[in-house]
């Protein structure tokens, strides 16, 4: 299963990059696979687990403001595992090339 997680801060400075970086210590902490893209982090394991990681990163968020916006999307493809770098290889391979990279 995949999870795309956005917490969103309101109330606080133009640029919440320290407060971000305190979740993801917490995501690489969790031992799940994840990917940080520019608007948000995709994570990879059971329901549990993402929905897990997902609360303790909003209860981390809701201690230093008083309002947050945590935006999840939920990829539920049965039991299957590895979709983090296998959906975008299936993707690549149909392009016949590499997606775009920095």
Not at 19 to 46: F, Q
Not at 65 to 84: F, H, N, Q, W
């Amino acid at each position: 299963m995949l999870l795309e997680l956005s917490v969103i801060p309101l109330g606080r400075e133009r640029s919440i990059s320290a407060d971000l970086a305190d979740l993801m210590k917490l995501i690489d902490a969790s031992g799940l696979d994840y990917r940080l893209t520019a608007a948000g982090t995709i994570i990879e394991g059971t329901w549990d687990q993402v929905m897990d990681i997902a609360m303790k990163c909003h209860s981390e968020m809701r201690k230093k403001t008083e309002r947050v916006i945590t935006l999840m999307k939920v990829d539920d493809y049965a039991e299957r595992s590895g979709r983090l770098t296998a959906a975008v290889e299936s993707v690549e391979k149909k392009m016949g090339r590499a997606a775009k990279k920095q």
